[in-house]
């Protein structure tokens, strides 16, 4: 029986496994600290195709058949797939996941997008729509920069809060069958806005989402923050890293032991020049598909509270003068 | 018990209702036949707002405060919002629900968005993940020549075949509390691909996508095309009806006397110089909102299959010579 919990979180009855998943990425997160762990990587970042767009495509499609290989599982064998991008009307996901030729449900959550569908992939499995369902995201440097910025040719300059987008995609399977990872429950993020209007401050702009849903899931499942072993952010980097730990002070919680940024993870800020960290939808899903779940099927974390964080906004939104407001989902995962 | 049918459908249980809904329009809609019965019109199409983008987001948020306060419930008491328009990072949806502080999953299905958030809000309540949620979607003509074509100011021609993006919204609150309509089922839609490159002519684009989940339905269900008293499209127009019925004779089934498609109701070919038709997120949300919903009330319509339909394309996958696929997800209204 599933229960809902507090103001935005459901509690799994059933609670549906983690089965599989795959990271691809760029030659950049190659080089990084999670290089080794990625499952797959590409030199010249374009993965075979002639635009950054078709590449970050590729990227989607790869991370699939992976997670699906790995579980032996044929994309007819998938119920639903739930995918989403960073570029406009999202089609990397939908030029990506095409040829699978899965029943989809297309997302936009900026940067917390595989949270939003590894929350819907779980809420399926649970309420028995399906005995598979297939969660992907992706980002890539080239084709987030042309959209957001500036085309690479241009080698625009960026202030050191600026993030670093990463080039990959994450893909993760969910369902009924038996693994040692299971997702036990989420808390449905709001949109935060603080007001801050400087995108090229992101970290900043979403800290105070991140806060918000850290904060409803303790209360929601009446937790403290050392009931997780680690809480596990997207891609607030180094300065949203700092407002966060302020916010969960003023609230009570001390996070400073327990908590992981996927931004300050994926990158080494010391050699690889990525100022405020990664960021980009393939920031949280890479580092969760090749860090964090390998982590939590060994035991050596019990209990996972991941929150992919995402900031809200367009070229056009801020040349209007919009603020960026900030959104981020939180999914519980616990070793079992 | 909610069961799933055959290869991409789900039959609900206890069906969820469709407790109230509301749409939001311009002044070219209002001029229309269903001028009169949309619930708010505004005829600068600006709604007192300074761009045709936050003109955009303050119609979802009219939309929303209505069907809302129609059915009497306040914002808080909804569990979650399932929302997205056609705009890049869907901005019109992130800062028109933001003020409502709805936990919220952002959408991008392109004009099928109202069938893929009635389709989520449908199952999350079915599921028990909560008593109301509310889908909500929108398009608006002056963001959407800004962001597919030219700015208004261009004055640009276009083809026939070319569609006419409506400016409206429609929002939709599901919940477990009884009314004459209820959600009975739902199939959600594949990605079709025939390889047609003209987005001057996305009904072409759309039709073999709404033919595939008009069958896929028919068949999941164990229906004939006569167990439906409407089947009734998003936004294929006079092109793209004409595709479907042949791609529908092909399979054996002939829908041309209870067929409608809401982009071939919202305006007057005769006299508004719309071309193909109506398009658009708002295009199915309006026309589902203002005509069709009144009838199922009235019992009569008893049943009926409402298929919003997408082109899935952006201006830099057409400049780079993709194909224009198309999804649409199947929903199924019965009066109750």
Redesign the interface.
Known sequence: M?H?KG??S?SFGESPYLISSASVAGSKEAEGPLGKLIDMINQDDLFGE??W??AESRMQKEACVLALGKAHIRPEQV??LFG?D??????AT??G??EL??????????CSTSG?AL??SA??V?????EYMLGVTSSHFGSAE??FRFPLGYASQRPLSASWTVTGSGAFLVGTRKSHVRISGVT????V?FGLKDSQNMGACMAPAAADTILTNLEDFGRSASSYDRIITGDLGYIGQSILFDFMKQNGYDIEKNHIDCGMKIFDQDTQDTHAGGSGCGCAAVTLSSYVLPKIQKGEWKRVLFVPTGA??????FN?G?SV?G?AHGIVLEHC
């Open positions: 599933n809902i103001k935005q459901i002639k635009t767009e078709e119920r639903y989403g960073l570029l406009r009307q999202g089609i939908s030029m996941v095409e030729q899965i029943p989809m449900f297309g997302l936009f959550g900026a939003e929350a819907l809420m399926s649970a309420a028995g729509y399906g042309k959209e449905v993020g709001k949109i806005d809200l906004l367009s070229t056009v939104s209007e919009a407001p959104i």
